[in-house]
């Protein structure tokens, strides 16, 4: 079979817009690309024979197995508190609000029940999960590079919207459940009985709390 290519006259090369540019066409066409030489060239080039090879490294490709221990299959929203990197599941989430005061609420004082703060007109209670995991707030700093904003996380379980306020936000990380390892034993006992288990990403190791286990503690400081 003959290749087209070999009819080709690559004129845009010799006096077209890569070569002295003395082409008649170029000057109303203004570029190459817009003439129908070229189009008709490029039409031929993609009609030429696929060799052998070409086929047998495109049949071996698809015919690989696919990695599913790559496969991203969860996704979960990251932040800040003191020095921890968590996260929640991003299924739990419902917004990100700027961070408010919160107005203690008479004859509460369940732990982490700071009161409830108002988020887009709208009133929730405000849990800090720095109180209920036994974390220093005033621990950390910022990731180089970034502006540190402290955020609050509305999240809902069981009908219910939390305000959780965050000293800093990363945003969303998608992953492998298969990545997840177990908390080291040196972690805060505060948190790891909430832990889903310990997701490297980048330079963090963040811990993902797990949406039933810590749900349900939310749930108990409105009782």
């Known amino acids: 079979m003959t290749d087209p290519r070999q009819d080709i006259d690559a004129c845009w090369n010799r006096i077209g817009i890569a070569g002295d540019q003395s082409c008649k066409i170029l000057e109303s066409a203004v570029h190459c690309r817009n003439c129908d030489v070229y189009a008709s060239a490029a039409v031929r080039n993609l009609a030429r024979p696929v060799s052998p090879d070409y086929r047998r490294d495109w049949a071996e490709h698809f015919r690989a197995p696919a990695e599913t221990d790559a496969r991203h299959d969860s996704s979960c929203v990251a932040f800040r508190i003191g020095r921890e990197w968590l996260s929640l599941p991003t299924t739990m989430f419902q917004q990100i609000a700027p961070k408010a005061v919160p ?121």
């Open 103 to 223: 107005h203690r609420l008479p004859h509460r004082n369940a732990r982490g029940l700071r009161g409830v703060v108002n988020a887009g007109g709208k009133l929730y209670p405000c849990i800090a999960l720095a109180d209920l995991l036994g974390i220093d707030e005033a621990g950390g700093e910022a990731r180089a590079g970034r502006h540190t904003f402290a955020r609050m996380l509305l999240v809902r379980w069981e009908e219910q919207t939390y305000a959780l306020p965050v000293t800093e936000l990363y945003g969303i990380i998608r992953y492998a459940a298969s990545a997840l390892t177990p908390p080291a034993a040196t972690i805060n006992k505060g948190i790891e009985r909430y832990l889903a288990g310990v997701l490297r990403h980048e330079d963090m190791q963040v811990g993902c709390l797990g949406q039933s286990l810590l749900g349900y503690q939310l749930a108990r400081t409105l009782r």
